[in-house]
């Protein structure tokens, strides 16, 4: 009777051990989705990795961590998910479910899988689960790859709009725009309405420097959809080059509402807020994109600069001096710290740094010319003169009238 009751003991705690571990891998995942929704990257992985370590076999936990590895530009790694993923459960990214799957997948390139055929409207058996790995492997990986396998299936299937933007897509990423141009013009002669013709025929445009007929497709984009974040950072950018500032704000601000971690489009806001002499809120936002993209140095460099506007030089210099610690290939850096050395009386250290920003770019014309004041400030005025002649025919225009006043 004993071991009965043992028995029935034990059973009912291993019972209870499975339904709790169960319970945990479900708990885990949920604070993945969850920390994902909120941006936090890091700890999302955390807890889908623990989902996958109490649950080897969860397809749809390898498949939101190869999200994550995605948004973290770990491509290779991204893969190697989705691979078990679709190992383990292969209608996992059937096209019965390749709408729901990819949207999460991808976030910002859904409607774009959906003009690749992967709709529910397609027939399951007409497309493999493997189409969304490979749309994953032409994004992260190498498109000339796939170039030659795209331009077959356009040259068998020449009205099939969807197969010409994909191939669009690769030309694009192997930046041939011109390629990316021409297919796009294809695609909308043959369909008005193909919306992602105008989104990548914009962001061609914006590469080969035609801003108007770039800011004229990403308009006639958002008639088609204008929920889209990234066609609002690009088209900020664009506008930012055509020094349409008030509308480059705009666009930023409607890319961040629709997708708050957007660090690209806060650390343009703080940009052109800080070039505008809203110093403060400018600091602010360049803060928040450092604080969740460490590596963001031009975040720093623009901070740093704000701050020497505020007359803030130690905090400035600290952020100039964590650039070139990290990344020694950036010249306005070493020319920015210059000028915070010269502030602080630290004349050798500016002559230095002037020289680094000229090694690693000699076209630099207010360095020369920074580094010819310099000079006669510590009583070099020939060495002096050579940099302020230089600057003038690099084109500076400042140096014109210290030329004319101390170098003749």
């Not at 679709?86 to 990214?93: A, C, D, G, K, V």
């Not at 040259?155 to 141009?181: G, S, W």
Request: contains cysteine; glycine residues 4%; proline residues 2%.
């Amino acid at each position: 009777m004993l071991r009965k009751v043992l028995i029935i003991i034990i059973l009912n705690l291993i019972s209870f051990h499975f339904s709790n571990a169960q319970s945990m891998y479900q708990q885990y995942y949920d604070m993945g989705l969850n920390a994902m929704s909120q941006g936090d990257l890091r700890s999302a992985e955390v807890h889908f990795t623990r989902a996958i370590e109490l649950s080897p076999n969860y397809a749809d936990a390898y498949a939101q961590r190869g999200r994550v590895k995605w948004f973290s530009n770990r491509f290779a790694d991204a893969m190697k998910d989705y691979n078990v993923a679709i190992s383990i459960r292969p209608e996992i990214l059937t096209s019965k479910n390749i709408r729901k799957i990819f949207r999460q997948l991808f976030e910002d390139y859904n409607e774009i899988i959906d003009d690749f055929a992967y709709t529910i409207t397609i027939d399951t058996n007409e497309y493999k689960a493997y189409d969304g790995k490979q749309f994953v492997d032409l994004v992260g990986g190498d498109a000339s790859k796939k170039l030659s396998q795209y331009e077959r299936e356009v040259k068998k299937d020449p009205q099939n709009v969807q197969r010409i933007i994909r191939l669009a897509l690769a030309e694009f990423y192997i930046q041939d725009y011109e390629a990316t141009i021409e297919n796009c013009n294809r695609a909308l002669e043959i369909n008005p309405g193909t919306q992602w013709a105008y989104f990548l025929r914009a962001n061609a445009y914006a590469m080969v420097y035609e801003l108007r007929r770039s800011l004229r497709d990403y308009y006639s984009f958002v008639e088609f959809n204008d929920d889209f974040p990234i066609l609002y950072l690009n088209r900020g950018i664009v506008n930012i080059h055509l020094n349409n500032d008030f509308e480059a704000l705009s666009d930023f601000d409607r890319a961040i509402k629709l997708r708050p971690d957007l660090y690209k489009a806060i650390y343009f806001k703080g940009k052109i807020l800080g070039e505008n002499g809203q110093l403060d809120e400018a600091i602010e936002l360049l803060t928040n994109v450092i604080e969740n993209e460490p590596d963001n140095y031009g975040a720093m460099v623009h901070r740093g600069l704000f701050y020497k506007q505020k007359n803030n030089y130690i905090e400035a210099l600290s952020d100039y001096e964590m650039v070139i610690k990290y990344n020694t290939g950036i010249a306005k850096a070493y020319h920015n710290r210059a000028n915070l050395k010269v502030m602080i009386n630290d004349l050798k250290g500016a002559w230095d740094d002037y020289d680094s920003a000229i090694d690693l770019d000699p076209d630099l014309a207010k360095t020369y010319f920074n580094r010819g004041v310099l000079k006669f400030l510590m009583g070099n005025p020939d060495e002096g003169c050579i940099d302020l002649w230089k600057s003038r025919d690099l084109g500076y225009e400042e140096a014109i009238d210290k030329t004319d006043l101390y170098c003749n």
